[in-house]
């Protein structure tokens, strides 16, 4: 037993395949690097994503990923987000000139719509995925809006109404103040009548006077209500106010798109189709300084 | 030794020498006010006039300009010296008093000083119709302090609401800012110039009353109506109009201020051309929201001196309708003259009268005769057809009697009565025209005041 060689577990050599890979990954960052130095921009969006340049910009199906190459550069995402915003930003400003960028953190763009007073906060630029990242609420609004738009309404109007109306009957509550001032009178000449003519006997007019009692039980409802009157409008004006300016804010929405699109459902079609527009865009500007070259 | 007579009436002389010595001390320096051309000696005359006191016993003066009418035509003078345009002074004949119009403006307004009664001394320049006092003007200590509140509620709040145009406006906030300069430039004055400031860099003062609730909201909400619309800017918002002009509305923050935020104005043209009157007069969104705001806050005056807003309005037409000249006349020429010119419209009008009734008696003359002529033509044509008809029907029946058919009074009064009708439409305004002064509506009033003073500086 002593002399019983052990035959060795033979390891296949896969030198060259770990090479290959390895080069390839070295190949990969220095892919980048080269397109990030000399802002080959269409260059770097086919390097972080070869499946979505390859099927949406060559128009190849089903292309395979290039996910582990690209995870190399994974955590540099900030970085990249800032590097490929300055030129998509500068596109977009042409192309959607009523987008306001902020950029909160590196790489971090938040989009606003609009350079007028209290302009909404419309969600996120993402320039690694050349994608709008919409505020859902305020995108619905502004959808709502445009179909509202078509039957000559706006947004708010309907509560604007409402809340116009109600303050027109709380006015009104205020001014029939002397209304009821004779009417409480009357009722309580009323209860001094029965309670002079009232005895043991008079037992059926406790009825009479529960009746009286609870008129007037009403009208100090509405005296205490009447007072919180100015209260109340002055909230409800606070409230048409923000209303109007929401409505203005939709309807400057909705004139800066018209203006660049013509429609909204054009500004839908150009924003779903950002990608596609500007990279192809990029590449159409490579060529051309390639021809001129 | 002289006598008790003697002393006596060399007193009596004296007495009167002295008041005409005063008089006449008066007299010269009332002269170097109008005359002179060196802006400091008519500084120095309108101090010194709108302060002296001509109370003379023994020579009495019955008719004299009043220390305000010294500050009226002391600011004549200045903005004749600087070559300001667009006002006229009013001048009646029977009493010395001077009164400021401006030559084009569609709304009855009249403008003088009214003195300030207190040690402060000064004057407040006043729109007497509705007492809103612009400025207030100190001569010996070199002030003058316009008031925003009685210039925009003037302008913006009354005048603009009457149609008065953004022109005819601005014709009087220039007027207001020359004279302001002038003062400045050449007597070295601390003028608070407020809403005129037209500098770029000048920050508004505000006085702020509340804390503002929603104010710039309500300024977006206005604009959206209009093609201008209002930018966040920090701490406030920012609108562009025309001609390149921004107007800021901003806070700084100010822990003593109202809910700690200090707010200004500002509005930036980049040729220190424009004002905050000028954005109020010429954008009437603002203005509309300027005016809805001014219980929150408004562009600050000297609240001291402007403490008492207004002064009382007067009822300014008859102003207008004094008898207008250069030359002052007695009570008593007044009463000649307008007897001469009642007797002239009366004549006048009787002349009219004269010549219309001429008129409307040839028209019916003229009427007649063409009637009678159409009659006749008209009395041929039915007797030819008559005849006609008489000789295929019935010839016994006399030719003549369609001619006397027709002509039957009815007929020919009908028509002269048109035409009558019409001379008498014709002639109306001629003899309305020349009657009583009475008929004239306010305008005409004031278009005629105009003309006979018009005082806007020669070369």
């Known amino acids: 037993m002593e002399n019983m060689p052990y035959i060795q577990t033979e390891i296949p050599d896969n030198e060259n395949v770990l090479n290959n890979k390895l080069s390839a990954k070295v190949k990969y960052v220095e892919d980048v690097t080269t397109a990030l130095n000399e802002h080959d921009d269409r260059r770097v969006y086919e390097l972080i994503n070869s499946k979505k340049y390859n099927e949406l910009i060559r128009g190849v199906e089903h292309a395979d990923d290039n996910r582990s190459l690209a995870s190399l550069v994974a955590d540099l995402q900030p970085d990249l987000s800032h590097h490929l915003a300055e030129r998509l930003i500068q596109y977009l400003a042409e192309a959607f000139p009523f987008f306001y960028y902020q950029e909160s953190a590196l790489g971090v763009f938040e989009l606003y719509f609009g350079n007028w007073w209290d302009r909404a906060y419309f969600g996120r630029l993402d320039p690694i995925n050349v994608q709008f990242k919409f505020k859902q609420e305020e995108y619905q609004k502004l959808v709502e809006s445009v179909r509202l738009a078509a039957k000559g309404q706006r947004y708010h109007s309907a509560a604007i109404d409402e809340l116009t109306k109600t303050n027109e009957e709380l006015q009104q509550l205020v001014e029939k103040q002397g209304e009821r001032n004779t009417q409480r009178q009357s009722l309580e000449n009323q209860l001094d009548h029965l309670d002079e003519k009232g005895g043991f006997f008079n037992r059926p007019s406790t009825e009479e006077r529960d009746e009286l009692k609870a008129q007037l039980a009403m009208l100090d409802d509405e005296d205490e209500q009447a007072e919180t009157v100015p209260d109340q409008i002055e909230k409800n004006n606070a409230t048409i106010l923000a209303y109007s300016k929401e409505d203005t804010i939709l309807i400057y929405e909705q004139r800066a798109i018209n203006e660049k699109f013509g429609s909204f459902d054009q500004f839908e079609v150009a924003a779903k189709a950002l990608y596609v527009d500007y990279v192809k865009q990029l590449a159409a500007a490579a060529e051309g300084g390639q021809a001129d070259a | ?459």
């Open chain 2, 1 to 459: 030794m002289p006598n008790q007579l003697q002393n006596r009436v060399k007193n009596y002389v004296g007495l009167l020498d002295q008041n005409i010595q005063a008089i006449q001390n008066e007299l010269n320096q009332t002269q170097q006010l109008v005359e002179s051309t060196e802006p400091g000696t008519v500084h120095l005359m309108a101090e010194s006039l709108t302060q002296a006191n001509l109370d003379t016993a023994w020579v009495q003066v019955p008719r004299q300009y009043s220390h305000a009418d010294y500050f009226l035509i002391a600011m004549d003078r200045f903005m004749q010296l600087d070559g300001v345009t667009g006002y006229s002074i009013l001048l009646p004949v029977e009493k010395e008093t001077v009164t400021l119009v401006m030559t084009d403006l569609n709304v009855p307004a009249a403008f003088a000083f009214e003195e300030n009664k207190d040690q402060n001394g000064g004057a407040y320049f006043v729109e007497l119709a509705t007492g809103e006092r612009l400025f207030y003007w100190s001569l010996e200590r070199k002030q003058i302090q316009f008031n925003a509140r009685g210039i925009i509620d003037l302008l913006v709040g009354n005048f603009a609401k009457q149609h008065v145009t953004v022109e005819q406006n601005q014709i009087i906030a220039t007027m207001l800012t020359e004279f302001g300069r002038y003062m400045e430039r050449v007597f070295n004055y601390s003028v608070d110039f407020n809403l005129l400031e037209t500098r770029d860099d000048y920050v508004y003062q505000l006085i702020q009353h509340a804390e503002p609730q929603g104010m710039l909201d309500k300024l977006f909400v206005l604009s959206a109506d209009t093609n201008y619309f209002l930018q966040g800017i920090p701490n406030g918002a920012g609108v562009m109009l025309d001609d390149n002009t921004e107007v800021r509305i901003f806070f700084v923050n100010d822990a003593n201020a109202l809910g700690a935020q200090r707010w200004h104005f500002q509005v930036i043209d980049g040729r220190d051309q424009y004002s905050w009157l000028d954005v109020l007069l010429k954008y009437d969104f603002i203005a509309n929201w300027y005016l809805s705001e001014t219980n929150t806050l408004e562009v600050s005056y000297d609240q001291l001196v402007f403490a008492v807003q207004k002064t009382q309005p007067v009822d300014i037409q008859s102003i207008f309708t004094a008898e207008q000249g250069t030359t002052p006349m007695l009570d008593e020429e007044v009463v000649a003259a307008k007897q001469a010119a009642e007797a002239q419209a009366k004549e006048a009008a009787e002349k009219a009268e004269r010549e219309a009734q001429a008129a409307a008696e040839k028209a019916e003359q003229e009427a007649q005769a063409a009637a009678e002529q159409a009659a006749a033509e008209q009395a041929e044509a039915e007797a030819k057809a008559a005849a006609e008809q008489v000789e295929t029907t019935d010839p016994e029946v006399p030719v003549v009697e369609p001619v006397d058919d027709t002509l039957e009074p009815t007929e020919v009064t009908s028509e002269t009565t048109t035409t009558e009708a019409a001379v008498e439409s014709s002639v109306a305004p001629v003899a309305e025209s020349s009657a009583s002064t009475s008929g004239k509506t306010f305008e005409e009033e004031i278009g005629e005041a105009l003309n006979s003073s018009n005082n806007t500086p020669e070369g």
